[in-house]
């Protein structure tokens, strides 16, 4: 399995097509590190449609510009969704705060199961398969 890490974050292939952002505990992510991210999703996706599955660690923030970047980002427009999971009532209301305020143009859905996220994430990607054939 290919992992890529930084000392923020680590972003791996989970199953074909899915890859997952562990972020790292009390860490910020700025504007720096959508530039890395976007290097490392490049090499992970092959250029192959994909979906995100990003969990952050307790204490991580988030710059505005980050945000920002990251709500307006869809490299090379494979990225087919994004599934965030929320370990807390405070991630869901930053989480559902970042969706209404960034619109991100990838469909991002919350979810408070690694499960039930992989099980959405692998349905938009059967959807988009099945478009394709």
Known sequence: ??????????????????LELLINDNV???TSDAVILKEMT?????????????KSGYFTNA?????RESAATNIHGLN????IIV????????????????????ETRLFSSRETAL??????????KDQVA
Do not use: C
């Open 1 to 18: 399995m290919q992992e890529l890490k930084t000392d923020k974050y680590s972003f791996r292939v989970v199953s074909p097509g899915i």
């Open 63 to 67: 710059s505005p510009e980050f945000l």
């Open 119 to 128: 099980r959405w994430l692998r349905e938009k990607q059967k959807k988009v």
């Open 80 to 83: 087919t969704a994004r599934a």
């Open 42 to 54: 490049t090499k992970l996706s092959k250029n192959k449609p994909y979906s995100v599955l990003a």
């Open 28 to 30: 910020t992510l700025d």
């Open 87 to 106: 370990n807390s009532l405070g991630h869901r209301m930053a989480g559902n705060f970042y969706l209404k305020m960034n619109r991100p143009i990838v």
